[in-house]
């Protein structure tokens, strides 16, 4: 989980590739009318984000089966987001909060091509943001690289790199 630009899809994609995963992306899961708001430069409310929500505890987080594994990337900014995807999930269902710097995440939007994420939204991320508590979540910094980043959520997982 984190704001846009953090590292959520590529370390994810990391992760669920070594620790034999499945892998969501749940920008993906966006319904066209959001996906062209938010490359409009318009944040999204709570009120556009809670039927995606819903579609990602129903068809991804609960259509896990009992001893698989889902490594979803998700951004989960407020803590009643979080509530709602872990509601009824059970005790394997694990947040790691990429967290870094607002100037390092944007500097990374800008570098990056083909998202429809405007760097201009990141304020409004950063905004909406309720950085998750030690009882809530695992914060992970996104400073080392990449590869950095996904050899510390696998020790965390107890996988090694």
Same mark, same amino acid.
Request: glycine share 8%; proline share 8%; charged share 20%.
């Given at each position: 989980?984190?704001?846009? #630009?953090?590292?959520?899809t590529?370390?994810?994609?990391?992760?669920?590739?070594?620790?034999h995963?499945?892998?969501? !992306?749940? !920008?993906?899961?966006? *319904?066209?009318? +959001?996906?062209?708001?938010m490359?409009?430069?318009?944040?999204?409310?709570?009120? !556009? %984000?809670l039927?995606?929500?819903?579609?990602?505890? *129903?068809q991804?987080?609960?259509?896990? /089966?009992? #001893? #698989?594994? @889902?490594?979803?990337?998700?951004?989960?900014l407020?803590?009643?987001?979080r509530?709602?995807?872990?509601?009824?999930?059970g005790?394997?269902?694990?947040?790691i909060?990429?967290a $870094?710097?607002?100037?390092?995440?944007? +500097? %990374?939007?800008?570098? %990056?091509?083909?998202?429809?994420? /405007? @760097?201009?939204?990141? !304020?409004?991320?950063?905004?909406a943001?309720?950085?998750? $508590?030690?009882?809530? +979540?695992?914060?992970?910094?996104?400073? /080392?690289?990449? $590869?950095e980043?996904?050899?510390?959520?696998?020790?965390i997982? #107890?996988? /090694?790199?």
């Open positions: 989980m984190g704001v846009s #630009g953090c590292g959520k590529v370390v994810g994609e990391a992760v669920a590739a070594q620790w995963a499945r892998f969501e !992306d749940a !920008d993906k899961w966006h *319904t066209p009318e +959001a996906v062209a708001k490359a409009a430069g318009h944040p999204l409310s709570d009120a !556009d %984000r039927p995606w929500l819903q579609r990602l505890k *129903t991804i987080i609960d259509a896990t /089966p009992p #001893g #698989g594994r @889902t490594v979803l990337a998700c951004s989960a407020r803590k009643s987001y509530d709602l995807l872990r509601a009824d999930a005790p394997d269902l694990l947040f909060h990429l $870094g710097p607002q100037s390092l995440i944007a +500097a %990374r939007m800008a570098a %990056r091509t083909g998202h429809y994420m /405007p @760097t201009s939204l990141l !304020d409004s991320q950063f905004a943001l309720e950085p998750p $508590g030690a009882e809530e +979540a695992i914060t992970v910094s996104i400073d /080392p690289s990449i $590869g980043i996904t050899a510390n959520v696998l020790a997982l #107890g996988q /090694p790199a």
